[in-house]
């Protein structure tokens, strides 16, 4: 599956505020407009909601890899820029 195809209702990822983001692109421009709060609720030394929903989701192993580390390093602007990388090199 890539970030382009349909995604089932019942994959689409559901923010801590009940938001959803359907695809990839979507995910790419919601992480900007997502709080402090919201973004620790979903990225934290516990858990990476973002990088596991790539995986599973998507099956985009390397860039669920490059969120996670990027996560780890890096701020919201930096997941940004790395998920919009992703989705040109796709076109």
Request: charged share 35%.
């Amino acid at each position: 599956m890539s970030e382009n195809d349909d995604v089932d209702p019942e994959q689409y990822f559901s923010l801590c505020t009940g938001g959803l983001i359907k695809d990839i692109n979507e995910l790419a421009f919601a992480v900007e407009y997502l709080s402090d709060e919201e973004l620790n609720f979903h990225v934290n030394e516990d858990k990476n909601d973002f990088s596991s929903w790539i995986r599973d989701i998507f099956k985009e192993p390397l860039l669920a890899d490059e969120i996670s580390e990027i996560s780890r390093t890096g701020d919201k602007k930096d997941i940004q820029v790395a998920l919009l990388k992703h989705l040109v090199k796709k076109r």
